[in-house]
């Protein structure tokens, strides 16, 4: 391995942890698309010799390419945040009736809190729905330990095996040995048409033995050290896992446990032995009634949480008011703002939407932030690819000046295919792809438009301008947005057109782009008060008690968009002037 040698003590997160575990358990290849808490697990199995590692175009493709590697012969893994699997869904099931040949782990890295997601889904239950085992470790160790017993459970039963993590485990951090990569050949392929290929008559046949596989997976879950009893103090026992047995062995350390490492099957008979030695069972868990529900279904009766605690993170605080059946108190929520980079060229496109008065379908990255105030420029945001179709209904509906924004990374992982059904569909209006040259909100994670790949490899780039055009886009540009009288006069040209059409605003993320330039200067005597610079929300530009502007040299760039549009020159330009790349 090019980053540890074994036997050495080591400081892993869950996430880090998790991808070691399954390197030292023979792993040949990997795939993801970024998004956080899981992207650091393909990021560190990219450094590991041995282990095939790729950043997939989306999280389908991700799953498709590392099942096919599975099948082939190869010990695979899949990983996404939760709302990656959503992507997923149509091969993952199905991958439940075909089964594998070498282990296959799906991972699913879920966002109680919605830290950086559009949802807070609990991705437990798609184990349930799919008919397939479920593995949670409430620790980075148990993270490292865990997926090696999924590896081989996976090849035992002949299934793909969910393992979830949640953002807690995922990125913190703990002491751990690790240790020498086992030497585990691949498996041999053997063409099986009725295994492999899911014609209905041949996934009928396959549903059958699922559901027998099912009732072995049942006897597992009853048998395995994944789920242990933890005896003390008999007064009250817990049934939980994940981050939550943390939390309650945190609150209530004599109590005694349940804890749950495979969720799904859920040990019925184990349960009910369990309920039977202490006086009052409680069911403790994050987000949904998962493990609550299985519980009641086995005839348990126990003392769950409120709903209102289905809703953000579970905090050990939060445990004594569970067992006294209150209700959830109101989170005060993040006092912080998120805010753009200073210098960073999406701030520009968002600024001349807004002047236009832009009607503006979002998508996921780190631009939508311009939604915020006082941007308030971008209006919807649902899913990825969503800034271009959300888009295509809404401007059939409204007409004219209406924009669809998405970023290059997303544009390829989702984009595409919205793009087309536009041309396809003979729609109108304009797409901004807002092209910073890296998939910025996770990490700057390398695409194919970058020309790179995740072990920083060159590869064939894809041109965004050219594929637009191939896809029969009537009208593509490439707009620098950091010199707005340009960009501005673009967007308008555009909006005001009777095609569709595709702006290009090109500029690199300041997190690759680390050059700074002169920091504008402020005078004072010029300044109306107006507060347009303040309207660009640039974390560099203060407002003082006396209602002057102050600029911030540590935060400044000098990327000049303050300069610009101030209109009384109050501010002036230390930073570059921008050419037009159309």
Same mark, same amino acid.
């Given at each position: 391995?090019?980053?540890?040698?074994?036997?050495?003590?080591?400081?892993?997160?869950?996430?880090?942890?998790?991808?070691?575990?399954?390197?030292?358990?023979?792993?040949?290849?990997?795939?993801?698309?970024?998004?956080?808490?899981?992207?650091?697990?393909?990021?560190?199995?990219?450094? #590991?010799?041995?282990?095939?590692?790729?950043?997939?175009?989306?999280?389908?493709?991700?799953?498709?390419?590392?099942?096919?590697?599975?099948?082939?012969?190869?010990?695979?893994?899949?990983? %996404?945040?939760?709302?990656?699997?959503?992507?997923?869904?149509?091969?993952?099931?199905?991958?439940?009736?075909?089964?594998?040949?070498?282990?296959?782990?799906?991972?699913?890295?879920?966002?109680?809190?919605?830290?950086?997601?559009?949802?807070?889904?609990?991705?437990?239950?798609?184990?349930?729905?799919?008919?397939?085992?479920?593995?949670?470790?409430?620790?980075?160790?148990?993270?490292?330990?865990?997926?090696?017993?999924?590896?081989?459970?996976?090849?035992?039963?002949?299934?793909?095996?969910?393992?979830?993590?949640?953002?807690?485990?995922?990125?913190?951090?703990?002491?751990?040995?690790?240790?020498?990569?086992?030497?585990?050949?691949?498996?041999?392929?053997?063409?099986?048409?009725?295994?492999?290929?899911? /014609?209905?008559?041949?996934?009928?046949?396959?549903?059958?033995?699922?559901?027998?596989?099912?009732?072995?997976?049942?006897?597992?879950?009853?048998?395995?050290?994944?789920?242990?009893?933890?005896?003390?103090?008999?007064?009250?026992?817990?049934?939980?896992?994940?981050? %939550?047995?943390?939390?309650?062995?945190?609150?209530?350390?004599?109590?005694?446990?349940?804890?749950?490492?495979?969720?799904?099957?859920?040990?019925?008979?184990?349960?009910?032995?369990?309920?039977? !030695?202490?006086?009052?069972?409680?069911?403790?868990?994050?987000?949904?009634?998962?493990?609550?529900?299985?519980?009641?279904?086995?005839?348990?009766?126990?003392?769950?949480?409120?709903?209102?605690?289905?809703?953000?993170?579970?905090?050990?605080?939060?445990?004594?008011?569970?067992?006294?059946?209150?209700?959830?108190?109101?989170?005060?929520?993040?006092?912080?703002?998120?805010?753009?980079?200073?210098?960073?060229?999406?701030?520009?496109?968002?600024?001349?939407?807004?002047?236009?008065?832009?009607?503006?379908?979002?998508?996921?990255?780190?631009?939508?932030?311009?939604?915020?105030?006082?941007?308030?420029?971008?209006?919807?945001?649902?899913?990825?690819?969503?800034?271009?179709?959300?888009?295509?209904?809404?401007?059939?509906?409204?007409?004219?000046?209406?924009?669809?924004?998405?970023?290059?990374?997303?544009?390829?992982?989702?984009?595409?295919?919205?793009?087309?059904?536009?041309?396809?569909?003979?729609?109108?209006?304009?797409?901004?792809?807002?092209?910073?040259?890296?998939?910025?909100?996770?990490?700057?994670?390398?695409?194919?438009?970058?020309? !790179?790949?995740?072990?920083?490899?060159?590869?064939? !780039?894809?041109?965004?301008?050219?594929?637009?055009?191939?896809?029969?886009?009537?009208?593509?540009? /490439?707009?620098?947005?950091?010199?707005?009288?340009?960009?501005?006069?673009? /967007?308008?040209?555009?909006?005001?057109?009777?095609?569709?059409? /595709?702006?290009?605003?090109?500029?690199? #993320?300041?997190?690759?782009? !680390?050059?700074?330039?002169?920091?504008?200067?402020?005078?004072?005597?010029?300044?109306?008060? #107006?507060?347009? #610079?303040?309207?660009?929300?640039?974390?560099?530009?203060?407002?003082?008690?006396?209602?002057?502007?102050?600029?911030?040299?540590?935060?400044?760039?000098?990327?000049?968009?303050?300069?610009?549009?101030?209109?009384?020159?109050?501010?002036?330009?230390?930073?570059?002037?921008?050419?037009?790349?159309?």
């Amino acid at each position: 391995m090019d980053k540890l040698l074994s036997n050495r003590v080591v400081f892993l997160s869950g996430d880090e942890a998790l991808a070691q575990g399954a390197y030292e358990e023979g792993l040949r290849f990997a795939a993801s698309y970024p998004g956080t808490p899981a992207s650091e697990i393909l990021e560190y199995l990219s450094c #590991c010799k041995g282990v095939d590692a790729q950043w997939s175009v989306n999280e389908k493709v991700a799953f498709e390419v590392a099942l096919g590697a599975s099948i082939a012969g190869w010990r695979a893994l899949y990983a %996404s945040k939760h709302v990656g699997i959503n992507v997923a869904m149509d091969p993952l099931m199905t991958s439940a009736y075909t089964g594998v040949n070498a282990g296959f782990v799906v991972v699913t890295a879920d966002d109680p809190g919605i830290h950086s997601s559009q949802n807070e889904q609990d991705n437990r239950f798609i184990a349930k729905f799919a008919k397939i085992p479920l593995i949670e470790p409430s620790s980075p160790a148990e993270a490292r330990e865990f997926v090696k017993v999924a590896l081989s459970l996976s090849e035992e039963f002949d299934t793909p095996v969910l393992f979830r993590l949640t953002t807690r485990i995922a990125h913190t951090k703990e002491n751990m040995v690790i240790g020498a990569r086992k030497d585990i050949p691949s498996r041999e392929f053997r063409v099986d048409t009725e295994k492999y290929v899911m /014609v209905p008559r041949n996934a009928y046949q396959r549903h059958i033995v699922l559901e027998e596989k099912l009732v072995r997976l049942q006897r597992y879950s009853e048998n395995t050290l994944l789920n242990r009893m933890e005896l003390k103090n008999k007064k009250i026992g817990f049934i939980t896992g994940g981050v %939550s047995y943390l939390y309650a062995r945190e609150m209530y350390p004599d109590a005694s446990f349940l804890k749950l490492g495979l969720g799904f099957p859920f040990p019925e008979r184990k349960a009910k032995a369990f309920a039977a !030695r202490v006086k009052e069972v409680v069911v403790l868990e994050e987000l949904e009634p998962f493990l609550e529900e299985q519980a009641r279904t086995a005839g348990i009766r126990c003392k769950t949480k409120k709903a209102s605690y289905r809703i953000g993170e579970l905090r050990p605080e939060y445990i004594p008011d569970i067992l006294g059946g209150k209700d959830k108190k109101e989170d005060p929520g993040r006092l912080r703002k998120p805010v753009m980079c200073p210098g960073c060229p999406h701030r520009a496109v968002f600024t001349v939407l807004k002047k236009l008065k832009t009607v503006v379908s979002g998508d996921i990255g780190c631009y939508t932030l311009g939604a915020l105030p006082p941007m308030n420029s971008l209006h919807t945001c649902v899913c990825m690819g969503g800034g271009i179709t959300i888009m295509d209904g809404m401007s059939r509906a409204l007409g004219r000046n209406i924009a669809g924004v998405i970023g290059d990374s997303t544009f390829v992982h989702s984009g595409i295919t919205g793009l087309i059904n536009m041309v396809y569909n003979k729609a109108k209006g304009v797409v901004i792809i807002l092209d910073n040259g890296t998939t910025a909100m996770t990490g700057n994670q390398p695409h194919p438009a970058t020309g !790179r790949t995740v072990k920083k490899e060159e590869t064939a !780039r894809l041109r965004l301008e050219e594929l637009c055009k191939a896809c029969g886009v009537a009208a593509v540009d /490439v707009i620098d947005p950091r010199n707005i009288k340009v960009l501005e006069s673009g /967007v308008k040209k555009r909006l005001e057109g009777d095609v569709l059409s /595709v702006i290009i605003a090109r500029a690199p #993320c300041k997190l690759i782009d !680390r050059t700074r330039t002169d920091v504008p200067s402020y005078q004072a005597q010029k300044c109306k008060k #107006c507060y347009l #610079c303040l309207e660009i929300d640039c974390p560099a530009l203060i407002k003082e008690e006396s209602g002057l502007i102050e600029i911030n040299p540590l935060y400044c760039t000098g990327c000049g968009l303050c300069a610009q549009v101030c209109p009384f020159k109050a501010i002036g330009c230390g930073g570059k002037v921008f050419k037009n790349l159309r």
